[in-house]
């Protein structure tokens, strides 16, 4: 596999309860970039994605992660090559019950054996990259949806990974928190130099951000491209997918302010 490629995905299949999600996905994630998947919902965007991670296994084909066949590793196998990763979830996933600082923390003192001290110096740094400094002692009910999503993206980067997974960051934000999580994206790749994978069926996100798009239509990759170039395609898929994303009514709440009673500013 070529130097230049991080993550592939090589005719990969994947059935739930019989029946097929993936029929056959080929995709080659270039490193230092970022890769956007497209797709509507129960596409199998993040079925994709999971493999990329390990938290699922392909029926078929085959999973290369920087070089390393990982097609059929086990759990162990996974536990050290993670720690390459860093894994931005759909609803963040914090855990409830702990504040922002131990959050932030919980990857660090799974992977590594720091002092106190050092762990609290990196989790600050990684609140400041996310424009959160100060906010280690609130719990996640004290944050806004936007600041929810941000402290995801800290804790992700905590072990500086060389590649960070992206699931629908922007889902549940109003316009102007889904520009700046599109804005920390970007910078975060720039400084960091990782390679990301964003998937979303955010058009704008989608087009602001990536070197590259791929779509994912009835199970496979249709279109794959750079961006500037797909932007403007009358591929039949991308237009269907589109034109479907364009017809869709506003979600439910999605007027409404990023301040609420009770939120901070997200």
Known sequence: MSAEIAIELRG???SFHGKAVLRGVDLAIRAGETTVILGGSGSGKSVCVKHMIGLLRADAGEVHVLGRDVTRFSERDWVALRRDFGMVFQASALFD???VYENI????RQHER???ARVAERVASCLASVGLAGVEKLLPAELSGGMRKRVGVARAIALTPKI?????PTTGLDPANSRRIGELIQRLQRELGA???VVTH???LAFAIADRVALLHEGRIALEGPASELRGSSHPALREFIEGVEAQPPAIGAARTAT????RNG
Not at 105 to 108: D, E, F, M
């Open 114 to 116: 720091w002092q106190e």
């Open 12 to 14: 990969v299949t994947k």
């Open 195 to 197: 390679t990301s994978v």
């Open 260 to 263: 609420q009673p009770g939120e």
């Open 164 to 168: 960070i997974l992206y699931d629908e």
């Open 97 to 99: 019950s702990l504040s």
């Open 202 to 204: 955010d058009l704008e």
């Open 105 to 108: 923390a919980y990857p660090i």
